[in-house]
């Protein structure tokens, strides 16, 4: 199946979380592919970070209020530092062009995290694909799967070979990697690889909306949970099943608040002066989950499962909405 060159993702920067875990100070600035910089921080006092798992990333909080989640992509057993690639985005609001240009070794940074939408699972043997800066997330569950032994290989897609990052370290590992710049190989072949993926075989899948899309079509008859995406930017979904006014119940506060057809959760939450953290305000970085006990979530997100929209007991509450008349949440 053919696809278009791949486009970078904008820059989807929002408001800061109302806190901040660490403020940690910038140690190394790399240039790592054409329009890609990694930057590595630490603790001033060098102190044990927060512990993380392939998947992870963090909200780096930036001047002014603004808020980019990158994937942690480096060495999670060295306690002391965190990396993250940051692609420059032409289209961005600011975010990436303040890191390229202004952010130096020495400056400090806040960070929130880190979390885990994006968790490696076992499996038998992994596929990743990458599209460009998609790259990050998957560079800790390849080291995972090979301290454990467990087969896997990586499709990796960009614009023009010097635009992908990491290529010095994915080399190390031979054959199981197959880097394929459009400019030289055209479009990926998404079918020889997913038209007939080996049972026990979970995908992974992060880049451009496009790849993210094709991938899924061509991962519809797997099982469910076999294919697992990150998304930049939330992917189209269809309208809600119920836009209709309705109740939310704060459990711990005892409130009850009404939440108007045009307005959104959080922001009935915030105008009520009841803080939620939140960050893409599109249902992709898990920041504002909260808790449902009771009444049925109508989920617009797009980080749960199938499972976990069924069970109920947790919304998005910067996108999602409420079936039922009434929802309680433990707020």
Known sequence: MAMTPMA???DPVGTAPRSTALNLR???????????????LARPDGGRLPDWTPGAHVDLVLPGGLTRQYSLCGD???ASTYRIGVLREPGGRGGSAFVHDELAVGDLVGIGGPRNNFRLVPAERYLF???GIGITPLLPMIVQAELTGIPWKLLYGGRTRSSMAFQDELSTHGDKVSFVPHDEHGPLDLAAWLNDVPDGTRVYCCGPAGLLDAVERHCADLPAGRLRLERFVAADRPAGARDDAFEVELRRSGRTLAVDRDQSLLQALGEAGVNVLSSCHQ????????????????????LLDDAERAAGDCIFVCVSRSLSDRLVLDL
């Open 8 to 10: 970078e993702p904008p």
């Open 26 to 40: 910038v140690t190394a600035k790399t240039r790592v592919a054409e329009g890609v910089v990694a930057l590595t």
């Open 76 to 78: 999670r057993w060295d």
């Open 129 to 131: 694909i990458a599209g």
């Open 283 to 302: 249902g992709l970085c898990g920041t504002c989950e909260t808790t449902v006990l009771d009444g049925v979530p109508d989920h617009r997100d797009a």
